[in-house]
Structures are given as structure tokens and as C-alpha cells.
Nanobody
Framework: QVQLVEYGGGLVQAGGSLRLSCAAS????????MGWFRQAPGKEREFVAA????????YYADSVKGRFTISRDNAKNTVYLQMNSLKPEDTAVYFC???????????????????WGQGTRVTVSS
């Protein structure tokens, strides 16, 4: 079992930055690919970014590429999402997830992830 807890959401003005953190329990953190997804009111959950277990490979949705950076610290069992140049359309609840899939296409799919956090809300005001 892996338990995930997200931190760092909040209210920020457009153009600002936030860093989300996701702390994982367990001793096998590095064996899991990690993903960030988001869900805006009335919309489906969508892929934001993913990172391989080693941290060597990262993947991004086109809507956040160049603005968001995913990273992980396996010694601390934590994955991060640095969000810069935030836009009102980035407003959503952000979820981290752990899974054993690999590759760009696979890690964009919610079904690949076995464990999910409770989410942290990000609100970007215009």
C-alpha cells in the first residue's frame, strides 16, 4: 500500500507561482512512476505531468509544457510540481498518483495509477 498526501495548494494571482508537493509512504517509492492530474469543476480529471521512477523521464500535457516542472526526490519519498506563469484556466483540484506503468502514452491515463492522494486545491485569480 502507498499513501499519498498533497501539499502546497492555495490562491495565487495570474502570472504567479506555486509548488505542490506529494509525500508518499512506504519503502518502494522509487519503483513507482508518479503523476499529477487535475480536475476543474464540471470537468473530467486530466493529465498534467508524470515522471518515471528514476526521475530520468518526464512527460507533460501540452497545456502546461514550459510552465510546469515535475521532479522527485526518492530519498524523501516526495514528488513535486513547480507551477509558474499560472493562468486562471489552471484552477482545479490537483491530485498526485502512483503507478507502475511506463512510457509517455501510458502514464497519461488515469487507469494506470493504483494510488491517489486526496487532492489540493489551486485557485488562480485573474
Amino acid at each position: 500500500q502507498v499513501q499519498l498526501v498533497e501539499y502546497g495548494g492555495g490562491l495565487v494571482q495570474a502570472g504567479g507561482s506555486l509548488r505542490l508537493s506529494c509525500a508518499a509512504s512506504g519503502r518502494t517509492f522509487s519503483s513507482y512512476a508518479m503523476g499529477w492530474f487535475r480536475q476543474a469543476p464540471g470537468k473530467e480529471r486530466e493529465f498534467v505531468a508524470a515522471i518515471s521512477g528514476s526521475g530520468r523521464n518526464t512527460y507533460y500535457a501540452d497545456s502546461v509544457k514550459g510552465r510546469f516542472t515535475i521532479s522527485r526526490d526518492n530519498a524523501k519519498n516526495t514528488v513535486y510540481l513547480q507551477m509558474n506563469s499560472l493562468k486562471p484556466e489552471d484552477t482545479a483540484v490537483y491530485f498526485c498518483a502512483a503507478g507502475t506503468g511506463r512510457g509517455s502514452l501510458t502514464l497519461r491515463q488515469t487507469y494506470v495509477y493504483n494510488y491517489w492522494g486526496q487532492g489540493t486545491r489551486v485557485t488562480v485569480s485573474s
